[in-house]
Structure formats: structure tokens, C-alpha cells
Nanobody, 123 residues
């Protein structure tokens, strides 16, 4: 079956960096657009970033633009989220998702979802 497994979360000070990874199995990874979402306590899940299957197109939420970078390695079936200049408001559980198109991801639709990894930004 399809599995998406996130890793790389943790506790980091404001202004610090983290790199999240999402390893996929059970699907033809190179055929799927991939995305990252997050959900903070008491809030709805929100779109963070998405990348097309070929990595030719990337999309970001305004709140993370110029701080976060999404990338993928189709040979390793893995998508990454490099997070720089982290802020306390970035604290959330981060989820990766797969969809056959980036348009679906950008409106929160994923064919498959991971279990999430906690990111806490605090001094």
C-alpha cells in the first residue's frame, strides 16, 4: 500500500532552520505532484508548498514564501521542505501529501497523506 513517512521535525529556536523529508513508497512517485501542509493547534490544516512531478513548478503560501523551499529527488522517492528563518507561528504538525496534479494540492486535496511530523519554534 501507499506510505508517506515524514521526518526531520523537532524543536528549533526562532530564526533557525529545519529540513523535513517525506519518503514515499507504494506509488509511482515520479508521476505525482507532492505537497506540504501544516496544522497548528486549534486551526485548520493549511497549504504550505507544492511541487510538480518534474519539479519544474513550485508553489508557496504567502506566509512561507522566500523562507521555505520545496524540492524532490525522484530517484529517492523523497520530497523535502527546507525551512529557514523559522518563526513561532510556523509551529505546527507538518504533513506531506501526494496528488496527480499541483492544482489539487493547492486547494488541499491529496490522494495520499502522511502521518505528520511536529515542528516547534520556541526559545
Amino acid at each position: 500500500q501507499v506510505q508517506l513517512v515524514e521526518s526531520g521535525g523537532g524543536l528549533v529556536q526562532p530564526g533557525g532552520s529545519l529540513r523535513l523529508s517525506c519518503a514515499a513508497s507504494g506509488l509511482t512517485f515520479s508521476s505525482y505532484a507532492m505537497g506540504w501542509f501544516r496544522q497548528a493547534p486549534g486551526k485548520e490544516r493549511e497549504f504550505v508548498a507544492a511541487i510538480s512531478w518534474s519539479a519544474s513548478r513550485t508553489y508557496y503560501a504567502d506566509s512561507v514564501k522566500d523562507r521555505f523551499t520545496i524540492s524532490r529527488d525522484n530517484a529517492k522517492n523523497t520530497v523535502y521542505l527546507q525551512m529557514n528563518r523559522l518563526k513561532p507561528e510556523d509551529t505546527a504538525v507538518y504533513y506531506c501529501a501526494a496528488n496527480l496534479g499541483t492544482n489539487g494540492l493547492r486547494i488541499g486535496v491529496g490522494d495520499y497523506w502522511g502521518q505528520g511530523t511536529q515542528v516547534t519554534v520556541s526559545s
